[in-house]
Nanobody, 125 residues
Framework: QVQLVESGGGLVQAGGSLRLSCAAS????????MGWFRQAPGKEREFVSA????????YYTDSVAGRFTISRDNAENTVYLQMNSLKHEDTAVYYC??????????????????WGQGTQVTVSS
């Protein structure tokens, strides 16, 4: 069982930056694939980024590639999402997610077993 707690959300002007953190409980954190998803009002939850357990590979949805960076510190059981050049359309509740191993379809929310409570990111235009 893994518990995930996100932090770092807030209100920022367009063009600004935020760094989200997701702290995980439990041991063997490096056995878990970690993902970031977001959900805007009235929209479905969508994939943002994912990282393998050993941080060897990272993936991004096209709309954030080049602006967002996912990373993880397995010694600290924490995954991060550095968000730069934020746009109004990045406004959403951001969730981190985890699962053991690597999901067959890492962009699908249903592939992840554990979820945080979410943190609000609001980008003013």
């Amino acid at each position: 069982q893994v518990q995930l707690v996100e932090s770092g959300g807030g209100l920022v002007q367009a063009g600004g930056s935020l760094r989200l953190s997701c702290a995980a409980s439990g041991r063997t954190f490096n056995n878990y694939a970690m993902g970031w998803f977001r959900q805007a009002p009235g929209k479905e939850r969508e994939f943002v980024s994912a990282v393998t357990g050993n941080a060897g590979s990272t993936y991004y949805t096209d709309s954030v590639a080049g602006r967002f960076t996912i990373s993880r510190d397995n010694a600290e059981n924490t995954v991060y999402l550095q968000m730069n050049s934020l746009k109004h359309e990045d406004t959403a509740v951001y969730y981190c997610a985890a699962r053991v191993g690597w999901p067959r379809t890492f962009r699908a929310p249903t592939e992840y077993n554990y979820w945080g409570q979410g943190t609000q990111v609001t980008v003013s235009s």
